[in-house]
């Protein structure tokens, strides 16, 4: 399993910013997909999560809702999160993760700074 995260950046407040996940090594369009962070000094939180079919169920944490939708490309094998009007809150490390049990599996993460 290999999750490759990119499109994090440095950005000013009210910005936005696409970021992308390309997964291989496994059936990515069977598994539910997810998106999560940790900020400086925070634990690791859960921010939006797909599923498997689209459309399917889709869940995102309660700051992002609204503003920051997940998608993903089954053919392409490719997870999405586009996040929009950002804010200094939104400052973390952002992983793509796939729980294929018994184990979950990372990504190395994409960085978000947002300066107001």
């Known amino acids: 399993v290999q999750l490759v995260e990119s499109g994090g950046a440095l950005v000013q407040a009210g910005g936005s910013l696409r970021l992308s996940c390309a997964a291989s090594?496994?059936?990515?369009?069977?598994?539910?997909m997810s998106w999560y962070r940790q900020g400086p000094g925070k634990e690791r939180e859960l921010v939006a999560t797909?599923?498997?079919?689209?459309?399917?169920?889709?869940r995102y944490h309660t700051s992002v809702r609204g503003r920051s939708p997940i998608s993903r490309d089954n053919a392409r094998n490719i997870l999405y999160l586009q996040m929009n009007s950002l804010n200094p809150e939104d400052t973390a490390e952002y992983y793509c993760?796939?729980?294929?049990?018994?184990?979950?599996?990372w990504g190395q993460g994409t960085h978000v700074t947002v300066h107001a």
């Open positions: 993760s796939v729980r294929i049990p018994p184990a979950r599996f």
């Open positions: 090594g496994f059936s990515f369009r069977t598994y539910t």
């Open positions: 797909i599923a498997a079919v689209v459309p399917g169920q889709i």
